[in-house]
Each structure stands twice: as C-alpha cells, then as structure tokens.
C-alpha cells in the first residue's frame, strides 16, 4: 500500500473515532473556528463600532451646529411683561413687572467689580470656548440624582440665556443654549460678552442689570461700586430674593454670606487679588429697598409672600420677574381690611411712634399676622406691618424670633399620639396629674432644666391636671411633659405638622418645650390648622391660581395626608378651647363664635403671641420687639406706655378684633370633637397659684421626695437646675383665686431688656 492510501486509510479510522460532546468541542476549538455570538466578538469588531458610532456623534454634533443659527433679536423677555396680581374675587389689586434697566458700557464697571462675578460664576471665563464640558457634565450628573438642574452654565452661556432664549430648564432649550454659546463666543470678544451679561443679569428689587442693581442697592452708579459691593452683588443673583440682606431669613443671611467670602477667596486664588488685603475687606450692609410703585400699604408684604410662594413650589425669581404671569392670591378683600383696621385699632392707635422721648418702646413695636380658612389652607388675610417704606421685610414671614409658649399644645399633641407615659408609668392625658411647683428640676433628662413659672408662681397643690396647666401656662408642667414624652419626639411631630427645621433648634433638650426655636406666623397657622382639620396636614398657601403663557405653575395642594390622629387633635383642640374659657386667652372669649387657643410670650418679653381658631378660621398675631437701628431684639414691656406686653395683651386683643369683624354676618359653627378624649378625671384638689414668699419656692411633697398616698408621681427625683432655667412665660395667671394683692399687668419687666442677635442661642 502506497504512502497515500495509507494516509487515507489513516483518515477513516480518525472518523470512525471522533468524539462527541466535549470532546467535540475541543476539537472545534483545536480547528480555530467560533461558534455562535462569540464568532461576532473580536477586537476589529469591536473597535469599528465605537469609531462608527463616534463619527456618527460628530456628524449628528456637525449637523446640529449648522442647523441652530444664532438669533438676531433679543428673546420679548429682555423688554419684559408686567405681573398682574388679582384678589380672591377675581379683582385687580396690583401691576408689577415695569423695566428697571440702563444698559452701561463694561468700562463703566469697575475691573475688580467685574473679576467678582468671574470668581464666583466662571472661573475659565477668559479660557474657555463659551461652552465648559465638565461644567455641563456635572449639570447634568445634578438633575440625573436629583440635586436640581442648576450648575455647569458659563458666563456665555447665562447671558445667551438671558438675552435671546427663556428660563425653562427643557433639554431642547438647553442644547440650543449650548450651540448659540459657541457662535456667540467666536462672533463676539469675551469683554463684550461680559458687558452683555452683566446688563441683563436680574438682581432683585426690580433691578435688572448692574447699573440698576448698583442703585437699588447702595444707592450709586455702576462705576462707583467698591470690591466689597461688587462681591455681595455676585453673590446675590443666584437667589435675589433669599439673599437680600433687607429681607433674608438668618438662613439666607449665612448663604449669602457664604457666596460673599468665596467671591473674594476665589480672587485670591486666581491671583487677581492679594491675600493681606483680602483679610481687611469686610461685607458693606445694602441700603434699605426702596418700594415700587402701586406697592402701597399692604400690597407690597402680599406680593412678597407670593413670591416667597412661588419659589417654594419651584418659580425662580428670574422668571417671576420675566412678567406676563397673572396671579390670583387667595386673599379674601373683607377679611384683609378686617385685619388691617384691627391693628390699628388694637395696636398702631395705642402707639407714639414719633414720640422718642417719652415713649422710646413704641419705636420698637413690630406685628405681624397670618389667617388660613383650615378647611382649604388658603391664606385669606395678611399683616406685614406698616409699610416698604419703613419696614422692607414682612413681619408675617420673619423667622428671627421664637414662637414660646405657643409650641405647648405641641408637645401635647406628641405625647397623645405617641402614647407617651408619666415617669410612674402613667398615661399622658389632659387629665394626667402634674407637679406645678416653679423650678421645679425635671426628671428622666440627660440636660438638667428646672424653669420658672410666671412671676414664679407655683401651681397646684401641688398637682394640678395638663387642662389646668395649659390654661395657665405652666412652664415647670410642660418642661416635665417635653422628658415624658421624649424631645427628639416632639420635635418630629413639629414638623409633621408645618414647623421648619432651621440651625439652632435644640433637639434633644427640655428647654424647647417653651418654644425656643425659631418660627413665623404661616408656619404656626399651618400648625394651628391641622388641629382644626381634625389632624391632616395644612400646609398655608397665598397663591390661589398662577398664569402664564410660557410657564407653568402646578399648584401643590394645601391639604397634605392625616399627620394626627383625629382624636390626638380633637383631644388638643378641647384642651385649648379651655385656654379661651377659664385661662390666658380669656381675652377673646366671645358669644360670637367658639374658639381655641394658646398664648405665647418669649425670655424678656422680646416678643408676644396669640394663636387662635374657630371651626372655620386660624389666625396667627405675633408682636416682636426689633430695635430700629440695630434690629436687635429688645423687649416689648413699656408699650404704650403699659407694662409687660404678653400674649393675652395686644395680640389676643387684635386677634378677637379681626375674628369678630371676619366671621361678622356668617353663621359660626361649633367644633366636632367627638373624637377627643379627656382620660379619667383626677380627685378633687386645687389648682390655684399660690405665692411664695422673696421669690423662694416652698416645700412640697414632690420636691421633698415625697408624695400624696395614692396620687401619681409624675416625676420623680429631682435634678441640677440648667443655666436656662430662667425662662418663663410671662402671660400672668387667671385662674381664681388670684394671689393676693398681685398686679396683673406688672409695671415693669423683673428681666432687664436683652438683644439677641440669633434668639436660638440662650
């Protein structure tokens, strides 16, 4: 057999051999050859579908720039529309919006002035092509988590936006945002582009660009304007309406602030200012804002709390100030005269305000006010105080001072929802039995406390029941119910409610059962409201309806989710229509209407006051004690001409005025508190006041570690009094019998006048 027959029949032995399975599979890989989708994956392949794909992303890149031409005018918002302001019925009560801008050359702005708004806004200014990619990318990683969609625009790319396209945050607008900001970088030298973005920038106050904005706010012309000037204005355009220094809450003074230091720390670190000197520039303070016209009365403080609105449920200030919106606020026309007509007659009638010498308080009196229909959580009627012209920021809205003793039913409200129990195990109820003697050291707190009744009145004898204690604001009561109940508690159930979180509020500390926190007037409504709604969640709106025909406002429902139950808030409601009945808010009571309440007075009376509802309104009055020079807190004792000024004083005096006239020729209805519950009645004891003799606190079973057989120790041992511990509520007492030959209106206040610049920190 020859070497080729050999070879075949080599050949047919192999075949008759071959393997399966596996095997098989080896030796297809031994042939080299691929099977199924892996025969696709190689690196050639690979390779050519990422550079096809790329070419595709520049011919679509190359595409989309020839197609977006780069506008010949300027977009219908830089002439700008007027803003029309309509009452509840429909009614016009303001126009706003006119053009407040003159338009300079860049060699009317000061260099440093103009390397200000670099440093805090585009930094590449001078380096980049109009367009910075990884600005752009991190913008977009922020919207895609969530963060907002600010972020990654240049200076070209802010004043492209400004000047020929709108503020809509749509990913169309965007990307031709982008495109027109690379014509307009190589048709256009960067001064020019800066000069252009300077004048269209919107600063608040109704100024719109640098030369209006140098104006509005320290009353000089754009080539006068110092570093520091220029430093706070480019701080400001990011939130005009937040960081107006005139107007900002203390939150928004710290992030202003915050933006100021790192304009000049960025200056420093592009080497365009030198570091000694920038240790010797200081923050210069804006003059106070002038009022635009038609803003007169109270006009001016209801279109700031749309505003203030409108941004909470996502307009920006640019927008707002854009104009063409029309915008029907929910106030009701007769109730807001009602409540103007009420301070005056209650409060500004009563007050010199011009007679410096005689009467000095009179200068420091503030109020404000806020009124909410609970069953829609509409704003109905809103106090600011006396003008724009005189006071630029409303007092409605103000968060620089605490709420006191009008966070009580708060606490209260926690402990019945949570189930909270006495220190012996007892259910809170209202009427659960409590120690009412004055500086009496709470038990169960890591934070020794032990607060001082008014006018170191003790309570009881000395229990009395949490009614008893609400009716007369007993701080040593509730500083024990804030431990029961846990502080960190409490707090969570405030802000369920509408109270808002801000820096300072004391957590964990038995000190906040006074209300040493910060608040305003809406957010007490809110708080107020939801008691009234049977326990679900009002969150107060102004804003009744916003149109316009580029933008879009979805209207957030004032009525939330049940953040109590019905009967947790039933229960507080009946609690405090005991207060009107037989406590502090005596001064309301009226055959007109039935109402619940709570008073409230701050540490050395540095403000006041009365929250208040009937079934079918919820009204906040507040007076604060604001020093006209310094705005430091002062005390209100002294004004009038009378002595302490308490929450059952001109507030709750103001309150019934207005209630009486609102709810004038409707019937009233009664409150449904078949859910409430009292818990078991307690045995008979008294609950009256007594005096106790140079200001010393006579012993009782509680403080002596003993008590009564068979009546509940709420507390148990004592404790280290807390350096705080002076902290009281000065609404005097009225339950009888009265202490003997006490003044109720003392004449003058036993804590000398404070000024606190942040009211948190005692």
């Known amino acids: 057999m020859g070497r080729a027959d050999a070879r075949r029949a080599q050949q047919q032995r192999g075949a008759r051999k071959a393997p399966s399975g596996r095997a098989g599979g080896r030796a297809g890989k031994a042939t080299g050859k691929r099977s199924g989708i892996r025969r696709f994956l190689n690196w050639k392949t690979i390779l050519g579908t990422f550079l ?39 009614s016009i009560m303001a126009r706003t919006g006119d053009m407040n801008r003159e338009i300079v050359p860049i060699e009317k702005i000061p260099e440093d002035v103009r390397t200000a708004f670099i440093a805090i806004e585009n930094k590449t200014f001078y380096q980049d092509r109009g367009v910075d990619v990884m600005g752009v990318a991190r913008g977009l990683v922020n919207t895609v988590r969530g963060k907002g969609t ?17 503020q809509d945050q749509s990913p169309t607008r965007k990307l ?7 014509k307009v970088d190589q048709r256009m030298e960067k001064p020019d582009i800066l000069a252009g973005y300077l004048n269209t920038n919107f600063y608040g106050r109704n100024a719109y660009g640098i030369q209006a904005a140098a104006q509005a706010y320290y009353g000089v012309d754009s080539d006068k304007l110092t570093l520091e000037q220029g430093a706070y204005l480019a701080a400001v355009i990011q939130a005009p309406s937040q960081y107006d220094w005139a107007t900002a809450g203390p939150n928004g003074k710290r992030l202003v602030m915050i933006r100021f230091n790192a304009v000049l720390d960025n200056m420093v ?3 365009k200012l030198d570091k000694a000197k920038r240790q010797t520039l200081k923050f210069q303070e804006p003059i106070k804002p002038k009022p635009r016209p038609g803003m007169d009365g109270q006009k001016g403080y209801l279109i700031q709390a749309a505003e203030v609105e409108m941004n909470r449920q996502g307009i920006k200030d640019s927008e707002i100030a854009a104009g063409g919106w029309t915008i029907t606020l929910a106030i009701d026309k007769k109730k807001q005269a009602a409540l103007e007509k009420a301070v005056q007659d209650e409060l500004e009638s009563k007050l010199e305000r011009k007679n410096t010498k005689d009467r000095p308080q009179d200068q420091s009196v503030q109020a404000g006010a806020t009124s909410v229909d609970a069953k829609t959580g509409y704003i109905v009627a809103m106090y600011g105080g006396v003008g724009l012209t005189e006071k630029s920021a409303s007092n409605a809205l103000r968060t620089d001072f605490q709420p006191g003793s009008t966070f009580k039913p708060i606490v209260l409200a926690s402990a019945l929802e949570n189930g909270s129990k006495t220190q012996d195990g007892r259910p809170i109820t209202p009427n659960a039995l409590y120690d009412g003697t004055s500086k009496r050291p709470v038990v169960g707190s890591d934070t020794p406390f032990a607060p001082q009744n008014q006018d170191n009145e003790n309570y ?14 007993v701080n040593s009561v509730y500083a024990q119910m804030i431990v029961d109940a846990k502080p960190t508690s409490v707090k969570k159930t405030a802000l369920s409610m509408g109270m808002v979180d801000r820096d300072g509020w004391p957590a964990d500390k038995p000190a906040m059962s006074l209300g040493t926190m910060s608040a305003n007037t809406v957010e007490m409504a809110a708080v107020y409201a939801t008691l009234d709604n049977h326990g679900k969640k009002v969150t107060p709106t102004i804003i009744k309806k916003a149109e316009h025909k580029d933008g879009e406002f979805k209207q957030v429902s004032p009525i939330g989710s049940q953040v109590l139950t019905s009967t947790t808030a039933d229960t507080v409601t009946k609690v405090l229509t005991g207060v009107v009945e037989d406590g502090s808010g005596k001064a309301v009571r009226s055959s007109a209407y039935e109402a619940a309440g709570k008073t409230g007075t701050t540490e050395s009376n540095v403000a006041a006051w009365f929250t208040g509802y009937t079934p079918e309104l919820v009204t906040v009055v507040a007076m604060f004690g604001e020093d006209p020079n310094t705005h430091g807190q002062v005390t209100l004792t002294g004004t009038a001409g009378k002595g302490r000024a308490g929450g059952s004083s001109f507030p709750a005096q103001i309150w019934q005025a207005y209630t009486t006239a609102a709810l004038k020729g409707q019937t009233t209805g009664q409150f449904d508190l078949s859910d409430a519950k009292m818990g078991t009645p307690p045995p008979a004891r008294s609950a009256s006041p007594s005096a106790t003799p140079s200001g010393t606190v006579s012993p009782s079973p509680t403080t002596s570690g003993a008590r009564p057989s068979g009546t509940p120790d709420p507390s148990g041992s004592s404790g280290k009094p807390d350096p705080t511990s002076s902290t009281k509520d000065p609404t005097p007492p009225t339950k009888k019998p009265t202490p003997p030959t006490k003044d109720p209106t003392p004449t003058k206040d036993p804590t000398p006048p404070i000024l606190l610049p942040n009211p948190q920190q005692r």
């Open 52 to 90: 096809g794909g790329l070419l595709l992303m520049v011919v679509a890149a190359v595409a989309l720039y020839f197609s977006v031409d780069e506008p010949s005018d300027p977009n219908k918002t830089a002439t700008l529309q007027s803003n029309t302001y309509k009452y509840a019925d429909g």
């Open 460 to 473: 009881g004898d000395p229990m009395l029941t949490v009614q008893e204690a609400t009716n007369h604001s």
């Open 150 to 166: 600010a972020g990654g625009s240049t200076i070209t790319q802010q004043y492209v936006k400004n000047y020929y396209l709108t």
């Open 269 to 271: 670190e592009m080497g």
């Open 176 to 182: 031709r945002e982008l495109i027109i900001s690379l």
